[in-house]
């Protein structure tokens, strides 16, 4: 098992371009999520799926489109990078809920961006 | 709505000394999880512990204790014994809902030798 993995690692982009991160899970996760990690700040839930076909806003969506076609995959796309969105960003996935409630989520490595 | 407020921005001890992180949560929900994720150097998360909210019984893992109390709306984090690899951010973070989970700021965490 991979678990979680996201790509790039690392990824410089200027003002105004466009560009996908990528996130994948091989434990079958219903539920997988983007998060942005700010200094101080701590994690902030930017969108959300809880299975393929079906996604949701979070917290702080502005700027961001995701989509979800198959149960693996779940993309993070910046329509028109801005420094504001200079960030590392998290993937994670989890089980649905079942009987005992909600479940931790799996991390993956982390996209370190940097928008000039 | 959901919030989760960490108030000790940095700790610094030195090893075999014991610490606590603090963590508050808001929430109206009578049915939400708690949690806590540790990030080293490194950059990964790390699940640590969850908790319902059905569940008030402090929790021990090794060196690693947890104090639920909702009268206070507190999930304290202990660490017994403090040694240099527990240097990190530790994020307490709470979840009302199935669809959303809420972080603290982190407490960042240095264990000196």
């Known amino acids: 098992n991979a678990g979680v993995t996201q790509t790039p690692k690392f990824q410089v982009l200027k003002t105004g371009q466009s560009m996908t991160l990528q996130c994948a899970q091989d434990?079958?996760?219903?539920?997988m999520s983007w998060y942005r990690q700010d200094p101080g700040m701590g994690l902030r839930l930017i969108h959300y799926?809880?299975?393929?076909?079906?996604?949701d806003q979070g917290e702080v969506p502005n700027g961001y489109n995701v989509s979800r076609s198959t149960t693996e995959d779940f993309p993070l796309r910046l329509l028109s990078a801005a420094p504001s969105q200079t960030s590392v960003y998290f993937c994670?996935?989890?089980?649905?809920?079942?009987?005992?409630?909600?479940?931790?989520?799996?991390f993956g490595p982390g996209t370190r961006l940097t928008v000039l | 709505a959901q919030k989760v407020t960490q108030a000790q921005t940095e700790i610094s001890v030195v090893e075999k000394e014991d610490v606590t992180l603090d963590c508050v949560y808001e929430?109206?929900?009578?049915?939400?999880?708690l949690f806590w994720y540790k990030q080293p150097p490194s950059g990964e998360l790390v699940f640590l512990i969850r908790?319902?909210?059905?569940?008030?019984q402090n929790e021990i893992s090794g060196r690693y204790s947890w104090n639920f109390q909702k009268s206070t709306s507190s999930f304290n984090f202990t660490i017994t014994a403090s040694q240099v690899v527990d240097s990190a951010v530790y994020f307490c973070?709470?979840?009302?809902?199935?669809?959303?989970?809420?972080f603290g700021a982190g407490t960042r965490l240095t264990v000196k030798p």
């Open positions: 994670a996935s989890s089980y649905p809920r079942l009987a005992g409630g909600r479940n931790e989520q799996f």
């Open positions: 434990m079958n996760h219903e539920y």
């Open positions: 799926s809880v299975g393929a076909g079906i996604t």
């Open positions: 929430t109206r929900d009578t049915t939400y999880y």
């Open positions: 908790r319902n909210s059905f569940d008030e």
């Open positions: 973070a709470l979840s009302e809902a199935y669809d959303d989970m809420r």
